[in-house]
């Protein structure tokens, strides 16, 4: 089985990144899964979306077909997003726009949101609201609201709020859990054959 951690923030030195990389350590070290990747939006390494790719424009295929496998080959995501002015950041928003040619469909998803002080609700319910239509991402009932995250998760304990560092890490490994067993579930859903992309390629 193969998680793979989008991290949704394009700031460089984003407490989104500490999250993620948390998450990811906390898959391993749980044996949660096979195989991990952390795919970050760092930097922006997605320029915003346009019609050359529906053309199937080279520059676009040469930056697009890596990911695109990673994405495939994976059984569950793990979307971590900041809060930034009470919404998901522009760059994830556009990530969202690439694919739609079923390499998230019918997989679940958790959701982290991060915030440096009480937020995270808006991007929870933004992603809830409108980020799998085409791409068909399968949002899990459960979900993590990092509230303060410069006092957790930090890899030096003296960084960190005791009761709450103590909470995040049981709860987040409480959620990839259950994302595991979504995985499981949901593949034996798409090996049904019924989710076959090629009959409604859009979602309505
Ligand atoms: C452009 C911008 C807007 C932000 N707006 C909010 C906000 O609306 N609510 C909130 O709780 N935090 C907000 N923050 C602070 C983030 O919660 C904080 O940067 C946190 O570390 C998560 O973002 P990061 O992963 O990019 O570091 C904002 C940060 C940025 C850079």
């Not at 199937?56 to 890596?66: E, F, N, R, S, V």
């Amino acid at each position: 089985m193969k998680i793979s951690v989008i991290c949704g923030s394009s700031r460089k030195q984003a407490q989104s990144l500490k999250v993620s990389r948390f998450i990811e350590k906390t898959l391993a070290d749980n044996g949660l899964c096979d195989e991990t990747w952390l795919f970050a939006l760092t930097g922006n390494p997605l320029p915003l979306w346009d019609e050359a790719i529906w053309d199937g424009d080279p520059g676009w295929k040469a930056l697009l077909d890596p990911l695109s496998e990673q994405l495939a080959a994976s059984d569950a995501f793990v979307v971590v997003s900041p809060e930034w002015h009470g919404q998901v950041p522009s760059a994830l928003k556009n990530f969202f726009l690439m694919w739609g040619k079923g390499e998230l469909a019918h997989k679940p998803a958790l959701i982290v949101t991060v915030s440096s002080a009480d937020g995270g609700a808006y991007p929870v319910a933004e992603l809830r609201m409108s980020s799998y239509k085409n791409n068909r991402i399968c949002y899990i009932p459960e979900q993590i609201i990092v509230r303060n995250v410069e006092s957790v998760l930090n890899d030096d304990p003296a960084l960190n709020d005791p009761d709450a560092d103590a909470y995040f890490r049981d709860r987040i490994l409480y959620a990839l859990r259950i994302l595991r067993e979504y995985a499981a579930a949901l593949k034996k859903v798409r090996e049904t054959g019924v989710t076959d992309p090629g009959v409604y390629k859009n979602g309505m």
